[in-house]
């Protein structure tokens, strides 16, 4: 909130300074008898700072006028103009007066002008139903759409051209989700029966023969028990069919529809079933009596979870210093590096997860493969850090032979770009994401490409 304050302080100055500037404009225009020009300023101004007195008082006697202007014109248009252009005159001085109104502006509108007006308008939009009504008979349905809008944007109420509009809005819809279903394209119907039940709660019997369309177009889908290609992957199969079951389960579409398991385990033969194809052989011969119309069959043909054991290895390196000597030839004081030699270790150490799935969908009432596809999905984290009991910062890489005595084996690698790959390993992270963390990550990423490939499954019925 204490941030937001000086925010808040800073839009009100400046609404404050635009309203003042827009004021100041007016008032010249004001003085100059330009009514006109200085309302539309005096509103900008009051629009900016809508405490601002002054402008309210100026917009109160400029936009008099300027409603007076559009009554005149709107009377001009009622003596000797159209019906249909002394309508929108009125409804252009009504708009004003409103848009002034909502900001504290009262203005006098004559109730004189609007009985006028009523007179007018009744008029006009008499005709403007009979020609929609005339259009709407002869099935112009965007023309009829079009003048029976027009109507209910002027007033609402008038007569029955509210549901007149829905008929011509609507019908055309409704006759082409018909012609779908005829030619049993179901899933195409339905979505235009769901354009008509959303906008009108159901035109005609549209909510009964969607209904219909999604018995048809649904898929249902039962799913068997997930097999395996290697012993070692059996443990798995329940975790991953859950998971699959549960992402297809939660599709935001009315389309598809997971069965529970007693729709496989109630099939006759059930217990004879030694395998998937022989499983789906027994629902195939059941065909439209089986209570779902698709089977899911899945195997996992890979389920690798890795758990990497930590490696610790000793590494050789300097500790270095920088102390003051004196040089024996110019018996001058400098500063040299000290390098002292000195043991840290690193650590490594990886975790992995893999899955590979083999999965298909079979339509069991019309026989035929409705898809198959195949996921593998491969996960890893690893850590590859160092650790030293000391200021590591002050650690610089090198190889030693001994520790307590010199050698020409000995090297100092006391470079920027040798120092700089060192400390980078110090500054590594040494927590490794566990093997369920990586599982969960593989399956939520299988189960959702299954549940993608099942959506973009979309047969008509």
């Known amino acids: 909130m204490k941030q937001l304050l000086p925010i808040l302080i800073g839009l009100f100055l400046l609404s404050a300074c635009a309203s003042k500037r827009n004021y100041n404009k007016a008032q010249k225009f004001d003085q100059a008898g330009l009514y006109t020009d200085a309302a539309a300023l005096y509103l900008k101004s009051l629009k900016a700072n809508k405490n601002n007195i002054d402008a309210k008082l100026g917009l109160q006697r400029t936009g008099q006028l300027v409603l007076e202007d559009k009554i005149e014109a709107f009377q001009a248009q009622y003596n000797n103009g159209t019906a249909k252009d002394a309508v929108y005159s009125y409804l252009e001085a009504e708009s004003y007066f409103k848009q002034l109104s909502a900001l504290g502006v009262k203005l006098i509108m004559s109730e004189e002008q609007k009985e006028y007006y009523l007179e007018v308008k009744d008029k006009y939009l008499d005709l403007l139903y009979q020609q929609a009504t005339k259009a709407l008979s002869l099935e112009e349905f965007k023309n009829a759409e079009t003048q029976f809008a027009e109507i209910i944007k002027i007033d609402r109420n008038f007569k029955d051209a509210q549901s007149q509009w829905v008929t011509a809005k609507y019908e055309p819809v409704y006759r082409h989700g018909n012609q779908l279903m005829e030619t049993h394209m179901y899933r195409s119907a339905y979505g235009d029966f769901n354009i008509i039940n959303k906008a009108t709660q159901g035109y005609k019997n549209s909510i009964d023969l969607q209904a219909v369309c999604l018995e048809h177009a649904q898929v249902s889908i039962a799913i068997l028990p997930f097999d395996y290609k290697f012993r070692g992957s059996r443990a798995y199969t329940q975790s991953t069919k859950e998971k699959i079951v549960s992402e297809l389960s939660h599709i935001k579409s009315p389309f598809y529809h997971v069965v529970g398991d007693e729709a496989i385990t109630s099939i006759p033969d059930w217990s004879r079933a030694k395998d998937q194809s022989m499983a789906l052989k027994f629902a195939k011969q059941l065909g439209t009596n089986f209570e779902a119309k698709s089977v899911f069959t899945a195997r996992i043909d890979k389920y690798l979870r890795k758990q990497g054991h930590k490696n610790k ?21 400098e500063i040299v590096a000290k390098y002292t030699k000195v043991r840290y270790y690193e650590y490594t150490q990886e975790n992995s997860v893999a899955i590979a799935l083999s999965y298909g969908l079979d339509r069991i009432d019309k026989n035929e493969k409705a898809f198959a596809d195949n996921f593998y999905g491969e996960k890893k984290d690893k850590i590859h850090y160092a650790s030293f009991d000391g200021d590591y910062k002050k650690l610089i890489p090198g190889t030693w032979k001994y520790i307590d005595k ?14 700089n790959r060192l400390m980078a390993l110090f500054a590594n992270k040494k927590e490794l994401r566990s093997v369920t963390s990586l599982e969960n990550e593989v399956l939520n990423a299988c189960a959702k490409h299954v549940a993608n490939n099942v959506m973009e499954y979309q047969p008509e019925n």
């Open 406 to 419: 010199d050698s020409p084996e000995d090297q100092v690698y006391d470079s920027e770009d040798s120092r």
């Open 313 to 333: 290895q000793e590494k050789r390196g300097y500790l270095k210093q920088l102390v003051e000597q004196e040089n024996p030839e110019t018996k001058l004081i």
